[in-house]
């Protein structure tokens, strides 16, 4: 005779539905499938859609992934169900293809509502659209506040907030009140608006968020001045690429400075036997995150602030198709790359009036902030980070960069207790105060695939049905 047995769901709670927050729901449904878990997942967040986030919100088809398709699926133990995806929906796409990241979002969507299908009536599932705005635990419950001013119960929380908003603090006072400043490009309907306006733009940075603004808004007539400290653009990636190449020793438990000189012998050996850098840098990719906590935070810090541009131009490069459009621009003289800093600006009836460093000086339709994310955590931009911070429920990473985590992604309070840490967790950009490499897919999806899993076993292992 067959026993049937009843279990206690899992009720996790996952803040953030863009794709940190989406990969980690896919990956508890995922495994509540495998393992015959019953599942009351929340998930929180305003946006209407799940998946987009602001990282693949937009649908200007310009805007390519800065990775290749290959290197995009959200399980990690099956590379290529991104490009059958694209495939069964008619995108004709290779591993190497650099594809719109509007489509992205949309792959998503589609694999959450897949997952979900599959999950079945052992599942309950919450999507609130709504800010989560503060947490409190009791008797190891999780309580969730919630801008609607209701509020949801939890056993686990997972935080996937995504990256720390930027917050125009370098600009001056008169530009950042100025209603011809924009402040957040991705905002919903603001490319619209700027592609009305008659004049010159000035885009403050130079990476990949502005030369994505510069190709949506260059038209004849107009110059998009793309203003950085550096004026560095972001390398492109090759077209065909080569396999990575890593080093031939180990570089464990070097100070900055030898490791700085092994990393430019390293490139400089391979660009000589295969004409090319990047296989180099590629190489280092499965090693960056041993050598930046092997490093002491002294080490750490300097690299922030003498390395940091330079590995981002070359680490997060533009797609060849990306690349090659922005030259055309540049070429044409509708795209002007300045270097230095905005000093002051005021408005004219039509216009703002920018003074740059060295005595230059812009006269520009709109100034649009493309720094991008900001490194750090900044006070007074999400009312729930705030709290927990403030509670000591969480507490900041080295350096400030992101929260303290356990290497598994636990989140470790203010005041450690001697007990097990609260089922509280976090993956992706907040974990890059210990894991350096922790804002691309490759690694949010093996964060999302592990979390879930661990989130599962404690889930079998404290149910006495099992």
Not at 188 to 212: E, F, I, S, Y
Not at 270 to 298: C, I, K
Request: charged letters at 20%.
């Amino acid at each position: 005779m067959l026993r049937t047995s009843y279990y206690a769901p899992l009720r996790p709670a996952v803040v953030g539905a863009g794709a940190s927050g989406t990969l980690v729901a896919i990956h508890l449904l995922e495994a509540a499938v495998r393992q015959g878990t019953p599942l009351d997942l929340t998930l929180v967040d305003p946006d209407e859609e799940t998946g987009r986030g602001l990282a693949y919100g937009s649908r200007d088809r310009r805007h390519l992934l800065n990775v290749p398709a290959g290197g995009m699926s959200c399980f990690p133990d099956d590379p290529h169900h991104f490009v059958r995806w694209l495939a069964d929906r008619g995108t004709a796409a290779t591993v190497t293809s650099f594809v719109p990241r509007s489509l992205y979002g949309d792959y998503l969507a589609d694999t959450f509502k897949a997952s979900v299908a599959r999950a079945g009536t052992r599942l309950t599932l919450r999507r609130i659209h709504a800010h989560a705005t503060d947490c409190s635990w009791t008797d190891g419950h999780a309580r969730l506040g919630l801008s609607d001013g209701s509020s949801v119960t939890a056993d686990h929380v997972v935080l996937a907030t995504g990256s720390p908003s930027g917050d125009s603090s370098w600009a001056p006072a008169p530009l950042r009140t100025s209603p011809r400043f924009t402040a957040a490009p991705w905002t919903p309907g603001t490319l619209d608006h700027l592609r009305t306006l008659d004049g010159d733009v000035l885009l403050v940075g130079t990476g990949l968020t502005a030369m994505d603004i510069a190709l949506s808004l260059a038209r004849p007539g107009r110059v998009i001045h793309a203003l950085s400290r550096h004026g560095r653009l972001p390398q492109p990636h090759a077209a065909p690429s080569l396999p990575p190449v890593a080093p031939e020793e180990s570089w464990s438990d070097l100070p900055l400075r030898r490791l700085r000189a092994k990393v430019h012998a390293h490139i400089r050996q391979v660009t000589a036997a295969q004409g090319d850098w990047r296989p180099a840098l590629d190489g280092l990719r499965p090693l960056t995150n041993s050598l930046w906590a092997a490093l002491p935070e002294p080490d750490r810090a300097e690299f922030l602030r003498d390395s940091l541009s330079l590995w981002n131009t070359h680490r997060h490069r533009m797609a060849p198709e990306t690349a090659q459009a922005v030259s055309r621009i540049r070429r044409s003289g509708r795209l002007s790359l300045l270097k230095g800093e905005i000093l002051a600006a005021a408005p004219t009836p039509d216009a703002l009036a920018i003074t740059l460093d060295g005595a230059r000086s812009l006269q520009v339709a709109a100034v649009v902030d493309c720094t991008g994310p900001a490194l750090r955590l900044q006070d007074g931009q999400d009312p729930l980070l705030d709290g927990m911070l403030s509670s000591g429920l969480i507490t900041r990473g080295p350096l400030g960069l992101g929260l303290a985590c356990t290497a598994e992604g636990r989140l470790i309070p203010r005041n450690k207790p001697a007990g097990p840490l609260r089922s509280l967790w976090t993956l992706g950009p907040t974990r890059r105060g210990e894991l350096w490499e922790s804002t691309a897919i490759p690694e949010i999806r093996r964060q999302a695939a592990a979390l879930a899993q661990s989130l599962m076993s404690r889930a079998t292992a404290s149910d006495p049905a099992r």
